[in-house]
């Protein structure tokens, strides 16, 4: 098994900006959804990433990492909220999509 720095393993970037890529208006999906083996490296893509709808990530409990800026983009769509979380039962996009 060959091993590469983070910054070396681009096919893996490019899968997770494909994901997010793919989330439809008015959806979302966790970080966890985008990638299982390594939620924490989607933060990073999104965070390096411009141009991509980085908004319909969420957390795994529905909460927000950017506070009311996502909040405002996701209400913008018509995201069900339950509270100051995001609704999964109704937004969470189905894994087969």
Do not use: C
Request: hydrophobic share 35%.
């Amino acid at each position: 098994m060959q091993v590469t720095n983070a910054g070396e393993d681009r096919s893996g970037d490019d899968r997770i900006v494909e994901r997010v890529r793919a989330i439809p208006e008015g959806f979302v999906r966790t970080y966890g959804d985008i990638d299982p083996r390594a939620p924490r490296r989607v933060g990073l893509v999104l965070a390096r990433t411009h141009g991509i709808p980085w908004h319909r990530v969420v957390r795994a409990d529905g909460s927000l990492p950017k506070g009311a800026a996502q909040r405002k983009l996701l209400l913008r769509e018509g995201v069900p909220m339950r509270g100051e979380r995001v609704d999964l039962r109704e937004a969470r996009l189905p894994a087969e999509l």
